[in-house]
């Protein structure tokens, strides 16, 4: 099951409370002020918890 863009308009970074872009391949969810990674994991879910976040590492992915 894929990601569902529609709840785009409803996540905030569970940090900073602030806007998330969708990675291009659709594979996670960026937040650029936090410069974390949120993985979108089995059946199109994303893992929203601050604690297993990747760090952004030189604007590597890319987003809409």
Known sequence: MAFNKQLMDVLACPKCKG??????????????ACK????????????????????LENEEHQTR
């Open 19 to 32: 806007e998330l872009h969708l990675a291009d391949d659709e594979s996670s969810i960026i937040c650029k």
């Open 36 to 55: 974390l990674v949120y993985p979108i994991r089995e059946y199109g879910i994303p893992c929203m918890i601050i604690e297993q976040a990747l760090p």
